[in-house]
């Protein structure tokens, strides 16, 4: 009986085995636009700054992306929320962004939510 549930267990490798070896990936996943070196920072006189890099992988250039960011507050609530936009990056390349945080909450972290581009 074990070596019957064996071979039922293996056969579905063995049929793949016969059937041509490997199984590739169906598509490769397109890159992706996206930010990297994302932070939040709060100064010692209070002022507040989002800032890192959009990530442009595509062959194409964006001519606009807005970021979409969560700001949360020291429990890591949702409190606020916030966009900044990114103009004319190159194909391939990356563009460094700064923004202050304009919110009345007691922010305390910030997420990226999503990068639109138009």
């Known amino acids: 009986m074990k070596a019957i549930l064996f071979i039922l267990a293996l056969a579905p490798l063995l049929l793949l085995t016969a059937c041509g070896g490997r ?5 490769a996943t397109p ?24 990530h442009n992988p595509t062959a194409e250039p964006i001519r606009n992306a807005l970021i979409q960011i969560s700001l949360f507050d020291a429990h890591n609530r949702f409190v606020s929320s916030m966009s900044v936009t990114v103009q004319d990056v190159p194909p391939g390349r990356d563009k460094p962004f700064r923004q202050p ?9 910030a997420r990226v939510r999503g990068v639109l581009l138009m």
Request: hydrophobic share 40%; net charge negative.
């Open 23 to 27: 199984q590739e990936a169906a598509e």
């Open 31 to 54: 890159a992706q636009v996206r930010v990297e070196d994302f932070h939040y920072t709060k100064l010692p006189g209070g002022a507040r700054f989002v800032s890192g890099r959009l």
């Open 101 to 109: 945080v304009d919110a009345d909450e007691a922010v305390q972290a």
